[in-house]
């Protein structure tokens, strides 16, 4: 009798289905999925839905660090032995979420290489995108790094064409994610969309010519349009 060969290891399926160590639960829209302060003991995958990530200072400011899509992990800090969460994650639209335990999470990174793999490319990418966040707070006006941050939420590069931002995100958010005021913001989305290079319908449809905004250069820096190394405006 031949015997039957084992599968392959699918990392997709396996962060699909409950089982050993492995729970999905579904939030609502502003139901926190941890909070700042919550023991670290397990790390979430989402499997649809947005979940915003935000960190509150000891004076009680909130700052956004990221928002995430689906196929994203976050609270991954508890694998270097953090006893308790940085930060608050929170659900922005309704989501389905994939929490894996801590122990559970370092068996398969040690036993499956294709996990492994994805997930090495998930901590790349998230170290890039750190990176450049923080060269964009630096170096560029507070106009480029609102075009910055639209385009990335209308995932802009993953599939070469935005696409529309839902849920639609609010200017005291866009604010908050990109360090000024919220008028800064209002300022520049109205010039955005006199220019057509977003529109407001159900939701913001962003148009890929934003992208000229971060291109060009600047050969003039105007009053109020410095970048903000120091703070927001």
Do not use: W
């Not at 392959?8 to 926190?32: M, V």
């Not at 660090?65 to 508890?78: K, M, N, Q, R, T």
């Amino acid at each position: 009798m031949t015997r039957k060969a084992k599968s392959p290891f699918d990392p997709k399926a396996y962060l699909s289905k409950a089982d050993g160590g492995r729970a999905i639960s579904t939030y609502r829209e502003g139901q926190a999925i941890f909070s700042q302060g919550d023991a670290a003991d397990a790390i979430f995958y989402t499997l649809d839905g947005k979940v915003k990530v935000t960190v509150l200072s000891e004076q009680g400011k909130e700052a956004i660090v990221a928002i995430l899509g689906p196929d994203s992990f976050f609270g991954e800090g508890c694998l270097t032995g953090q006893p308790a969460r940085l930060a608050t994650a929170t659900a922005m639209t309704e989501c389905t979420i994939m929490c894996v335990e801590k122990q559970a999470m370092i068996g398969v990174l040690r036993d499956e290489a294709k996990f492994s793999e994805m997930f090495i490319a998930h901590l790349l990418k998230r170290t890039t995108r750190v990176e450049a966040d923080l060269v964009d707070q630096l170096f560029n006006s507070s106009e480029k790094r609102l075009a910055r941050a639209l385009l990335l939420l209308a995932n802009f590069g993953k599939e070469g064409r935005p696409e529309p931002i839902v849920p639609k995100i609010s200017q005291e958010t866009l604010a908050d994610m990109i360090g000024t005021t919220r008028s800064r913001v209002n300022h520049f989305m109205n010039k955005f969309r006199k220019l057509g290079l977003i529109h407001y319908n159900e939701n913001l449809e962003v148009n890929s010519s934003l992208l000229n905004v971060i291109l060009r250069d600047e050969p003039h820096i105007h009053r109020g349009d410095a970048p903000e190394a120091l703070g927001p405006e």
